[in-house]
């Protein structure tokens, strides 16, 4: 939890298999922080969260490219925020 405290934005892979990832997204969100989740096959991710926007990707090059496209969205936000405040 600490882990997630100090960081300001979390990446999330998609491992429905392992209970701690959905604990994680909960603690982050929770705590208000901006969470990327990606996963290789949209079929499945649990319905809880299915609603959620993913980087459903095919390959490595096409995971970098959404995903440098993400970060720099979600930083460029977060840090206007940031000096809004």
């Avoid at 600490?2 to 209970?19: E, G, L, M, S, Y």
């Avoid at 705590?31 to 079929?43: A, F, G, H, L």
């Amino acid at each position: 939890m600490n882990f997630i405290k100090r960081k300001n934005a979390c990446t999330q892979r998609a491992v429905w298999r392992n209970p701690n990832v959905l604990y994680e997204l909960g603690i982050a969100q929770a705590m208000d922080k901006p969470v990327i989740m990606i996963s290789k096959q949209s079929e499945n991710i649990p319905i809880d969260i299915k609603s959620r926007r993913f980087i459903i990707y095919k390959d490595l090059q096409q995971l970098r490219t959404n995903l440098k496209n993400e970060l720099i969205k979600v930083f460029s936000r977060y840090t206007s925020e940031r000096m809004i405040d």
